[in-house]
């Protein structure tokens, strides 16, 4: 059943400090205005939550000042006090009425102030919202040598803000839901109406209205419950720090998902293609650009192949190697105890704990322990022989290229693959390397991302022959003047046609 | 949740039943020549051949050498080269793997057989490991004595091999026309002939500077280093050539770099006669110093020109003449002009080429010109 | 027939490339060198030719039924008592076909890769990998035909260039000497070398743009013609005739053989094998898919899943029947070339007259 306001103030009093009555942050402040007629007002807010100095100035302040709500009687009282009051007696500048208990619950848990008023049905809420913030700063996860510094924050409005600064586009909708069914947390979808795919936005409201847990913490935990393959270790969703990268993949026709709470905003669809870009590529010139991707889709190539190359080769197939390659390579491990299959995993598994070990610890301790574990164990182990010095030069290679990926989430997934390939070919060589990479293309092939191939804009789906402007080059931002095709945006066109375009 | 299991099955499966073939690269011998003996009859029971392979010392490469001797030799009794490279394992603690063999040693008596080159090159052919541009050598003595004075060679620093080596540079010189795996069986095809080259020891030196004439997988004869040149440059093989000739007292020298060839068919009748165009064009190399002006003269230089023309004629033609009448083999690629730009005359004559060739006529045009003359006059 | 299912014609014409040139590449040039000499590529082409009515023919089936797939169109054109002995004799077909490639791609692995492996566990875990993606639709099918024909692309392209320095392109000559009365032998061979283009039947339903379909598929047969003369005339500039005609794999034979200056890339055939692989993967993947089609279809399943995992016991059997060589290349290949004629040939034929026969009544 639900509950609304009473007339009686007492009784919505006592109910409300029945509901929070274990919240002891919870704070009630009861008075009485008026000269004929003492009226009995209370306002309710959590402390921490509300500005203290609006409510007191704004709220009760106002009304205690407010000449004409002295003078009111008990019949001018009864019928038009709670006009009077939204009209003459508050100067906060947003509130509204409420009436369901619900609600005005979730109100004053969100930071609300709710004012109760003796005899009347409704009370009105007051927008007081304030709440320890960090400021604005550079976005720590992806820095960029030129680019905007600012990052989002964990406050939901301050994020929506920095995105409808870069954005005064009319067509930008912030749909807002509340997700949780016991935190309740804002979460807030971005799109530009006229740009997105009317299907693919469906279907993202459609999981969003799905979801049924009680509480959303962070971003990851909606992504999570809205991705399409949750046992991939691919990350289907994009996760960004940057207001920019944000707004410029709006206009790509994607869409963005705000939790409040969590600095790390969520752009749908993921596509390998998106992953492996980095935001500095449109601030960078193009054949710059151009170079970098080129380079990232290498590392992708150097985070896979080479450990499991290498144990292919040294144990199935030294044919392959050039015949001095393979005299230096044989003469180099002529006193390595253990297979090379062993070997690489140990080393791997060596690179993965510095690497575990250095993010735990911050500051100027995990770059030493990187540089002590990396070089220290590296020479120790070629110089006691028990690893040739080959393998620690790919494992170095191998893990540097790791860093050389945009998406975290990406680079993990892929390191994790990597040690399936390694095992692949240490088992069966070339042949077992081959069955590993058609193994994890097919699971890359088969993710979809909200309907759009994960491996796009590779997929050969939504994009014309020939049509690699913005894939693994970058043309000249002239040249761009379509929005990438995989994500099938209603509105194709960026600006006028090229050729015309350029003179 | 399926997928799951399948991959898991998939990775179990190849954890439990894989590693067959597996074997560290460290694990096995790459030897790098491997040289046929034959024995004589009466042993025919440990096998026919002596079958000799030489093969780098690990050990002694790389930083941390631990070991001197850079090559080691190896002997065996065995039916042929495969059989050899598995017995060894009675006296050699890893197997050892065929894929970079790279020079197959082949002692004269062996080469008169006809059969059993025949066997050696179907073997090898067949072979999926065995490297296909794996070079012959011709020598004189037993294959395993030539051998062993290879691995105690003082030049023997080459990691793959002296003998590999020095076949290998074959680019540079024209003392020697290189044989390899491919172009023995494509010559047996298209000419029924080819060249191998031939490797003696000279003190400590292991010198390669002739070729034997192999007809129909026999040898048949051999071939002077002037010969060779001349092979070289009707067959096109040659890339870098010096010739000299005496003129006027003084020592002329031409180096000439990419030498052009032109073969035609220019009478079909009842005598063939084909003509080679050559085309020289070089840079001086020495002459006498002093005489400078005569360089500056037109006629001159054409005279120097027609020398040299007239001497690498002669030694061509002499070439030529051995190739027809001596050894009747057509090493200069006759046939196959034939066969490919007149293959109606070829199917006339085809099957007795072998007595015709020697009486076809061979017009030699050569054209020499001394384009650059040096930084001096 | 699923609606969310899309496939751009992009990636029709990728997967047609990638579907088509499987096995037999490796072994075309000295199949053709042994039939015709020097004139081999004129058997590319005929068979090229031949193949393009039946692409047209394919389509126009699908044109004048929107919106069925294969099995609708030849229950309703066909009948039901008809058309199940047709998707017999296809599925027949199609597991035939699959068991030829694994026993091809066992054998040659064992040869070059892995030496000591049993056979049997090559040919199980390669059809077991290849359950993983043809239990899952076409779409996906599509788009690793997309991503393999690069790989075919630069997989040609490479043979043609490491093989520049040591082309003789006067191995060309002479033209035309061949005997000519080979040529209808020749072509019923090389014909297979074209299969796989049947493809189609459960690609073209999901098409997107349908009106690009047949000049994407034509396009494709374009391109597979060129890289089989391409790849034809890169070993006869490569090896003397005879030697062509004595060999068994002449792709291999080329990586055995060249030489790159500096010497530093030898003995690529390893690498080779390793990306031929992916090519037989790109062919196997969807006549195994079409397999399991067939069977979900006929016993009207939703998915062809478990279909596919009882075919693995079949097909690996079947891959290990012929006992060598000869039993593999020769009658092997007779049953599958009959097999062949009459499903993605013969079957389309009917249907095709069949459909035209009925409107015609209708109308």
Aim: with cysteine.
């Amino acid at each position: 059943m639900i509950k609304t306001v009473s007339k009686d103030i007492d009784e919505n009093l006592k109910y409300i400090k029945e509901v929070l009555k274990g919240s002891s942050d919870l704070v009630i402040r009861e008075f009485e205005i008026g000269d004929v007629f003492r009226i009995k007002m209370a306002t309710i807010y959590i402390d921490g939550l509300s500005s203290k100095e609006f409510v007191s100035q704004f709220a009760i302040g106002s009304l205690f000042k407010e000449e004409e709500l002295k003078s009111f009687t008990l019949e001018g009282y009864k019928t038009s006090i709670l006009d009077a009051i939204k009209k003459d007696g508050l100067s906060a500048a947003d509130i509204s009425e409420k009436e369901d208990f619900e609600e005005i619950i979730t109100d004053i848990l969100s930071g609300e102030t709710i004012l109760f008023i003796n005899h009347s049905t409704k009370a009105i809420k007051i927008a007081t919202k304030e709440f320890p913030a960090r400021g604005i700063d550079e976005p720590k996860t992806e820095s960029l040598v030129r680019g905007p510094r600012e990052g989002f924050v964990e406050s939901l409005r301050f994020n929506t803000a920095l995105v409808r600064r870069r954005i005064r586009d009319k067509g930008l909708n912030i749909e807002m839901y509340q997700i949780g069914k016991r935190s309740k947390t804002d979460i807030a979808l971005l799109f530009i109406e006229d740009i997105v795919d009317p299907k693919f936005l469906i279907e993202v409201r459609k999981r969003l209205d799905a979801i049924d847990i009680d509480a959303i913490i962070d971003s990851s935990t909606l992504e999570y419950l809205i991705e399409d393959n949750y046992l991939s270790p691919f990350p289907q969703i994009e996760n960004t720090e940057r207001p920019d990268s944000v707004s410029a993949s709006l206009y790509e026709g994607r869409v963005s998902l705000i939790v409040d709470g969590s600095p790390f905003v969520l752009v749908l669809p993921a596509t390998i293609g998106t992953l492996l870009n980095s935001s500095e590529d449109y601030y960078s010139r193009w054949i710059e650009a151009s170079a970098k991707r080129i380079l990232r889709l290498i590392s992708v190539v150097l985070i896979l192949f080479p450990s499991a190359l290498y144990v292919a080769i040294t144990v199935y197939h030294p044919s392959i190697l050039p015949t001095k390659l393979s005299y230096y390579l044989a003469a180099s491990r002529i006193n390595v105890p253990f297979p090379a299959l062993v070997e690489a995993i140990m080393m791997e598994s060596t690179m993965e704990l510095l690497r575990e070990s250095g993010t735990r610890l911050s500051g100027p301790i995990g770059t030493t322990i990187g540089i002590v574990g990396g070089l220290i164990i590296g020479q120790a182990a070629v110089e006691a022989g028990i690893v040739s010095p080959l393998m620690i030069i790919i494992v170095a290679i191998s893990s540097i290229a790791t860093f050389a990926v945009p998406s975290y989430e990406l680079s993990t997934a892929l390191r994790l693959f990597k040690f399936i390939l390694i095992v692949c070919s240490g088992v069966l060589g070339l042949f077992g390397l081959m069955l590993g990479v058609i193994l994890t293309g097919t699971h890359i092939l088969s993710l979809n991302s909200f309907g759009i191939p994960f491996s796009s804009p590779y997929s050969g789906l939504g994009i014309e022959e020939g049509d690699l402007k913005d894939t693994f080059v970058k043309a000249p931002l002239k040249r761009l003047w379509l929005r990438p095709g995989f994500t099938f945006p209603k509105n194709k066109k960026r600006m006028k046609e090229g050729k015309k375009h350029e003179k | 949740m399926k997928k799951i299991i399948l991959i898991a099955v998939i990775l179990s499966l190849t954890f439990t039943t894989g590693c067959w073939d597996m074997k560290e690269i460290n694990e096995r011998i790459f030897p790098y020549s491997v040289g046929l003996d034959i024995v004589d009859k009466k042993d025919f029971k440990k096998g026919r051949y002596e079958i000799t392979f030489t093969y780098p010392n690990i050990n002694a490469l790389g930083k941390q050498a631990i070991q001197e001797d850079i090559v080691y030799l190896a002997s065996i009794r065995g039916n042929n080269m495969f059989e050899g490279a598995s017995n060894v394992s009675d006296r050699l603690q890893k197997p050892m793997f065929l894929r970079d063999l790279k020079v197959v040693v082949i002692p004269e008596s062996l080469a008169r057989d006809k059969n059993l080159i025949k066997e050696i090159i179907d073997g090898l052919s067949r072979d999926y490991i065995v490297n296909k541009v794996i070079n012959f050598v011709v020598v004189k003595t037993t294959a395993k004595d030539f051998m062993q004075t290879v691995s105690k060679s003082k030049k023997q620093t080459e990691i793959e091999g002296l003998l590999y080596g020095l076949l290998r540079n074959e680019q540079g010189s024209t003392k020697f026309i290189n044989s390899t795996l491919n172009s023995f069986v494509k010559d047996m095809y298209s000419c029924g002939a080819t060249l191998v080259p031939v490797a003696r020891r000279e003190g400590e030196d292991i010198i390669v500077d002739s070729n034997a004439v192999f007809k129909d997988y026999e040898l048949i004869g051999y071939l002077n280093q002037e010969d060779n040149r001349n092979i070289g440059l009707l067959t096109n093989k040659t890339k870098d050539l010096s010739i000299n000739t005496e003129y006027e007292g003084a020592d002329l020298a031409l180096r000439t770099p990419r030498p052009r060839l032109k073969k035609q068919l220019i009478k079909s009748e009842k005598n063939l006669k084909i003509r080679y165009s050559i085309e020289l064009r070089g840079q001086m190399e020495e002459y006498i110093l002093g005489r400078g002006d005569q360089l500056d003269n037109k006629e001159k230089v054409n005279d120097m020109e027609k020398t040299l023309e007239k001497d690498l004629k002669k030694s061509i033609e002499k070439t030529i003449e051995k190739l027809q009448k001596d050894l009747n083999t057509d090493t200069i690629g006759v046939a196959e002009h034939l066969y490919k730009f007149n293959p109606k005359i070829w199917e006339e004559i085809e099957d007795d080429f072998d007595d015709i060739f020697p009486h076809i006529d061979i017009d030699l045009d050569i054209n020499i010109t001394i384009r650059r003359r040096g930084l001096t006059k | 027939m699923k609606n969310d299912l899309k496939i751009s014609h992009i990636q029709l014409r990728a997967l047609i490339i990638s579907a088509v040139i499987g096995v037999g590449i490796i072994s075309l040039p000295n199949d053709l060198a042994n039939i015709l000499e020097k004139d081999g590529w004129i058997l590319i082409v005929l068979s090229a030719l031949l193949i393009f009515p039946i692409i047209f023919m394919i389509n126009h089936i699908f044109k004048i039924n929107p919106g069925k797939d294969y099995f609708q169109i030849g229950e309703e054109t066909l009948g039901k008592v008809i058309f199940t002995i047709c998707k017999l004799l296809f599925l027949a077909y199609l597991i035939v076909y699959c068991s030829y490639e694994v026993a091809i791609l066992s054998q040659l692995i064992k040869a070059f890769l892995l030496h000591i492996t049993p056979v049997e566990i090559i040919i199980f875990l390669f059809v077991l990998t290849s359950v993983y993606i043809s239990s899952m639709e076409i779409d996906i099918i599509a788009r690793a035909g997309y991503f393999i024909y690069p790989i075919i692309l630069i997989f040609a392209g490479i043979f043609f260039f490491i093989s520049l320095p040591t082309a003789d392109f006067s191995n060309v000559l002479p033209a035309f000497q061949s005997n000519f009365k080979n040529i209808p032998r020749g072509i019923v061979s090389t014909f297979f070398s074209f299969t796989g283009f049947e493809v189609l039947l459960f690609a073209l339903p999901y098409v997107e743009d349908k009106k690009k379909a047949l000049k994407s598929s034509m396009i494709a047969l374009g391109i597979i013609t060129f890289i089989y003369l391409l790849m034809f005339f890169t070993t006869l500039t490569q090896f003397y005739l005879k030697q062509l005609q004595g060999q068994n794999f002449s792709l291999v034979m080329i990586a055995k053989t060249v030489d790159l200056p500096g010497y530093f890339l030898q003995n690529l055939d390893g690498v080779v094998m390793a990306i031929w692989i992916l090519v037989v993967f790109a062919t196997f993947a969807p006549a195994f898919f079409g397999a399991g089609k067939i069977l979900s279809n006929t016993f009207r399943t939703k998915s062809h899943k478990y279909f596919l995992l009882g075919l693995v016991p079949v097909i690996y059997y079947l891959a290990l029947v012929p006992k060598d060589y000869i039993e593999l290349q020769r009658d092997m290949l007779k049953i599958l070339n009959i097999l062949s004629f009459l499903s993605i040939v013969v079957i389309p034929f009917l249907i095709f007259i069949v459909g035209i026969i009925k409107r015609r009544i209708k109308a």
